[in-house]
């Protein structure tokens, strides 16, 4: 490939600290220079005056749906949909179809991830065997294997027996692994369609309480503080969930936590003509609770964005309310909802929304080049993102690269989007006439 240079673009780089208009090249696959007014003869110019670069996205929280469930989503739609959203690492959750719960199913994946060379795959390991919640999964001989495994869960179902998620925390700790916790209480939340309260009320279903989710956080946060491991709470959805995790590291708690664009931009009161496309686990809480999170996001007190994609075929998903799967798609739509409904309003700046979609979930993960791109610096691997912060749209489910259609922000006009990515100095993504 010759020597790309991109031009002119506000580089923010929060492994650095840089927010800076600068030129970057690009060769080999790694970032071989930084500075400004770099020369472009011989090299594959891109003009990005006007435009953001950023190291590529690393989302923690997808479900690619393979093995088991090609028919909602496979490696190659799923990873084309990591890219066009400019993510170019996520980490698949193991609720599939045999679960993750072995080293050669996790191996497997990673290799076909690598052969397909859109973005890196870090599957999230099971903690127990078939995700049954009775015996710890072969966590050591994941982590051991090629696919170098460092999060665990169950995610999709709690881990009810507390015992066993004191002894996955224990358990970790000898290759500083980290258990990540969907906290839930099936006993409290059984049978819910929606959160307890004024519209599950109105609406006549069945509610979530917020309670379902608050009592786990609460457990594994003090089982965390008992064992001094690292525990990660995904998806946090009431602000009660975000007070505990606050108080817990002021205590120095190894606790991070995620939270999802729907659960920042959405509210029960959004759920509309019982339209299973708002229907997701934990669900959409009150404004109170969306203000915290966003609170919470803004002062690194929850440290990620993670987008929570769920795909599910139409057969499944456009049902009666009461019989549709949880779940929505998110990749594609992550940055420019994101953007537009909090950075363009005033709720989050630009630094910090890329902050927890780069060093932020990288550092839950512990990562570090060459594992993951994670920088603009010289002889960083050329992970790159290119933004279009004035560029208005309208979110077109049905043109994703996901097979998925379940997007809650289907139709909505939005600001910004994901215009260039790099994966190793190689283009995966690129809106044509914007670039």
């Given at each position: 490939m010759?020597?790309?240079l991109?031009?002119?673009?506000r580089v923010?780089?929060p492994?650095?600290?840089?927010?800076?208009v600068?030129d970057v090249?690009?060769?080999?696959?790694?970032v071989?220079?930084?500075?400004?007014d770099?020369p472009?003869?011989?090299?594959?110019?891109?003009e990005?005056?006007g435009?953001v670069l950023?190291?590529?996205?690393?989302?923690?929280?997808?479900?690619?749906?393979?093995?088991?469930r090609?028919?909602?989503?496979?490696?190659?739609?799923?990873?084309?949909?990591?890219?066009?959203?400019g993510?170019?690492a996520v980490?698949c959750m193991?609720n599939?179809?045999?679960?993750?719960?072995?080293a050669p199913?996790?191996e497997?994946l990673?290799?076909?991830a690598?052969e397909l060379?859109?973005?890196d795959?870090?599957p999230?390991?099971?903690v127990?065997?078939?995700?049954k919640?009775r015996e710890?999964?072969?966590?050591?001989?994941?982590h051991?294997?090629q696919?170098?495994?460092r999060?665990f869960?169950?995610?999709?179902?709690?881990?009810?027996?507390?015992?066993l998620m004191?002894r996955?925390l224990e358990?970790?700790?000898a290759?500083?692994?980290?258990?990540v916790?969907h906290p839930?209480d099936?006993?409290l939340?059984l049978g819910?369609?929606v959160n307890?309260?004024?519209?599950?009320?109105?609406?006549?279903?069945?509610?979530?309480p917020?309670?379902a989710?608050?009592v786990i956080?609460a457990?594994?946060l003090?089982l965390?503080?008992?064992?001094?491991?690292?525990?990660?709470?995904?998806?946090l959805?009431?602000a009660?969930?975000v007070?505990?995790?606050r108080?817990?590291?002021?205590?120095?708690?190894?606790?991070t936590?995620?939270?999802?664009?729907?659960h920042l931009?959405l509210?029960e009161?959004?759920?509309r003509?019982?339209?299973?496309v708002?229907?997701?686990?934990?669900?959409?809480?009150?404004?109170?609770?969306v203000?915290?999170?966003r609170?919470a996001?803004a002062?690194?007190?929850?440290?990620?964005?993670a987008?929570?994609?769920?795909p599910?075929?139409?057969?499944?998903k456009?049902v009666?309310?009461?019989y549709?799967p949880f779940?929505?798609?998110?990749?594609?739509?992550a940055?420019?909802?994101?953007h537009?409904?909090?950075?363009e309003?005033?709720?989050?700046?630009?630094?910090?929304?890329i902050?927890?979609l780069?060093?932020g979930?990288?550092?839950?993960?512990?990562?570090?080049?060459?594992?993951?791109?994670g920088?603009v610096?010289?002889g960083a691997r050329?992970d790159?993102?290119?933004?279009?912060?004035e560029?208005e749209?309208?979110?077109?489910a049905?043109s994703f690269a996901?097979r998925?259609?379940?997007?809650?922000f289907h139709?909505?006009?939005?600001?910004g989007r994901?215009?260039l990515?790099l994966k190793?100095g190689?283009?995966?993504?690129?809106?044509?006439?914007?670039?």
């Amino acid at each position: 490939m010759p020597e790309l240079l991109i031009r002119g673009a506000r580089v923010i780089d929060p492994f650095q600290e840089l927010d800076e208009v600068l030129d970057v090249v690009v060769a080999r696959g790694r970032v071989v220079e930084v500075g400004k007014d770099l020369p472009g003869k011989g090299r594959e110019v891109i003009e990005a005056e006007g435009k953001v670069l950023s190291p590529g996205f690393l989302d923690l929280h997808v479900h690619l749906r393979e093995p088991g469930r090609e028919d909602e989503e496979t490696l190659r739609s799923g990873l084309e949909a990591a890219v066009r959203g400019g993510f170019t690492a996520v980490c698949c959750m193991p609720n599939t179809e045999p679960p993750l719960d072995n080293a050669p199913l996790v191996e497997d994946l990673v290799l076909r991830a690598r052969e397909l060379g859109l973005a890196d795959l870090f599957p999230v390991g099971c903690v127990s065997q078939g995700r049954k919640g009775r015996e710890l999964a072969e966590m050591g001989l994941m982590h051991r294997s090629q696919a170098r495994v460092r999060a665990f869960s169950d995610d999709g179902d709690g881990i009810a027996d507390a015992g066993l998620m004191r002894r996955a925390l224990e358990y970790v700790k000898a290759f500083d692994g980290v258990v990540v916790s969907h906290p839930e209480d099936a006993d409290l939340s059984l049978g819910g369609q929606v959160n307890e309260g004024e519209v599950s009320w109105a609406m006549g279903l069945r509610g979530i309480p917020a309670l379902a989710e608050e009592v786990i956080v609460a457990r594994d946060l003090l089982l965390a503080e008992e064992t001094g491991a690292r525990l990660h709470l995904a998806h946090l959805s009431t602000a009660r969930s975000v007070r505990m995790v606050r108080e817990a590291k002021a205590r120095g708690v190894r606790v991070t936590a995620e939270v999802t664009p729907h659960h920042l931009v959405l509210t029960e009161k959004d759920i509309r003509d019982y339209d299973p496309v708002f229907k997701v686990n934990p669900p959409l809480r009150t404004r109170q609770d969306v203000e915290e999170l966003r609170r919470a996001l803004a002062e690194g007190v929850i440290d990620a964005v993670a987008t929570d994609h769920a795909p599910h075929s139409p057969e499944e998903k456009e049902v009666e309310f009461d019989y549709a799967p949880f779940g929505v798609v998110g990749m594609e739509s992550a940055f420019p909802v994101l953007h537009t409904e909090l950075v363009e309003k005033g709720v989050l700046d630009l630094v910090r929304l890329i902050t927890r979609l780069t060093s932020g979930p990288a550092r839950v993960l512990g990562l570090r080049p060459p594992e993951y791109g994670g920088g603009v610096a010289v002889g960083a691997r050329a992970d790159l993102v290119v933004l279009d912060l004035e560029s208005e749209w309208t979110i077109d489910a049905y043109s994703f690269a996901s097979r998925g259609r379940n997007c809650p922000f289907h139709g909505w006009r939005v600001r910004g989007r994901v215009v260039l990515t790099l994966k190793g100095g190689r283009v995966v993504h690129r809106m044509e006439g914007v670039l």
